[in-house]
């Protein structure tokens, strides 16, 4: 069995995203025994941001003249792509950034379709768990209503398009406990954490039963 794992933060030693995406790898471990974990991390080893264009534009050019650039941009596309579509399982723990999908999380997203398809369902009922954090709040009735632009579009992504059989744990509120602006909140970020991380529990254990 191969559970891939893709890591996205940019402060993994301090990563919310991590440590939930750890619980669930615990628990998958704890009853698979024989598991290989193909990771990917987007944070510390980042894809070169110029390498969707290459690849991208390398399909509008014969396959003797495209450049070396466009030629390691397919390969890598490629490699990418066939780490999701050789997973048994898949584990993802991507951060809220500036309101959206952050750009190495694209940079790959686009890779992998470069590599794939645009319309290749590549994780057709792969059990599949999303990770997402947030530092402060974005549901309704929040300030920040409607600013999360990250998790629709990677639901869409994962569920729609990759025809993933999608998992979905959220955690708000991250920033609470260092935000002194956050302090009336800490109580409620709290009861989140606890909450996210028996998703997580849960979400592992129902990883490793399928």
């Given at each position: 069995?191969?559970?891939?794992?893709?890591?996205?933060?940019?402060?993994?030693?301090?990563?919310?995203?991590?440590?939930?995406?750890?619980?669930?790898?615990?628990?998958?471990?704890?009853?698979?025994?024989?598991?290989?974990?193909?990771?990917?991390?987007?944070?510390?080893?980042?894809?070169?941001?110029?390498?969707?264009?290459?690849?991208?534009?390398?399909?509008?050019?014969?396959?003797?003249?495209?450049?070396?650039?466009?030629?390691?941009?397919?390969?890598?596309?490629?490699?990418?792509?066939?780490?999701?579509?050789?997973?048994?399982?898949?584990?993802?723990?991507?951060?809220?950034?500036?309101?959206?999908?952050?750009?190495?999380?694209?940079?790959?997203?686009?890779?992998?379709?470069?590599?794939?398809?645009?319309t290749n369902p590549i994780l057709k009922d792969t059990p599949t768990v999303l990770i997402t954090v947030r530092g402060g709040s974005y549901g309704p009735?929040?300030?920040?209503?409607?600013?999360?632009?990250?998790?629709?579009?990677?639901?869409?992504?994962?569920?729609?398009?990759?025809?993933?059989?999608?998992?979905?744990?959220?955690?708000?509120?991250?920033?609470?406990?260092?935000?002194?602006?956050?302090?009336?909140?800490?109580?409620?970020?709290?009861?989140?954490?606890?909450?996210?991380?028996?998703?997580?529990?849960?979400?592992?254990?129902?990883?490793?039963?399928?």
């Amino acid at each position: 069995m191969t559970l891939f794992r893709l890591d996205a933060s940019i402060l993994p030693g301090t990563s919310a995203s991590t440590e939930l995406a750890d619980v669930v790898e615990r628990e998958w471990a704890a009853t698979r025994s024989d598991t290989q974990v193909v990771r990917r991390h987007l944070g510390t080893d980042p894809l070169p941001a110029d390498a969707w264009a290459a690849a991208t534009t390398a399909g509008f050019v014969p396959e003797a003249d495209r450049t070396p650039a466009q030629q390691d941009a397919l390969a890598l596309g490629a490699t990418l792509s066939a780490e999701l579509e050789r997973a048994d399982a898949v584990l993802l723990a991507v951060p809220l950034y500036n309101y959206g999908v952050s750009q190495h999380v694209k940079t790959w997203i686009d890779l992998v379709i470069a590599g794939a398809g645009a319309t290749n369902p590549i994780l057709k009922d792969t059990p599949t768990v999303l990770i997402t954090v947030r530092g402060g709040s974005y549901g309704p009735g929040a300030a920040r209503e409607g600013w999360d632009h990250s998790t629709g579009y990677l639901r869409r992504i994962l569920g729609d398009l990759w025809q993933a059989d999608l998992t979905v744990i959220e955690r708000e509120l991250t920033l609470a406990a260092v935000n002194p602006a956050m302090e009336s909140l800490r109580e409620t970020a709290a009861r989140v954490h606890d909450e996210a991380r028996a998703a997580a529990h849960d979400a592992g254990r129902a990883l490793a039963e399928r």
